[in-house]
């Protein structure tokens, strides 16, 4: 029986939840969902999922120059994917793609898709 894979989706936007939420289902995906950046670490860190996509507009009560914490417990990194509109912001996730908004969703879709699975 094949493992299902997770992604954790943290975003603002109902919107981008819902289609990233819907699509990624219909492709045998496990998915997690937070509305804000300490919610997500938060479940990160509880379900431990394959893969992050997070909205650098995400509410945070960290610092803006503390960086996130996404690794997994034994250290190895997690494919994560920041959406957002500055560069100077994903110095705080060094290894982290970055996708500039606007975006269209079939390539970030496809961009999920190819990372999860370089990752098996």
Known sequence: ?????????VDHSDETREVLRTVLKRRGLN???ARAAQQGLDMAREHQPDLIVLDLEAETTQG????????RPDGRQRPVILLGTARRQAAHLPGAE????????GPLIRRIEELLESAR
Do not use: C
């Not at 029986?1 to 989706?9: G, K, T």
């Open 1 to 9: 029986m094949a493992v299902s894979r997770s992604v954790l989706v």
């Open 31 to 33: 998915i997690l969902e």
């Open 98 to 105: 970055f996708v500039s908004k606007p975006y269209h969703y």
């Open 64 to 71: 803006a120059d503390e960086p996130l914490e996404f690794d």
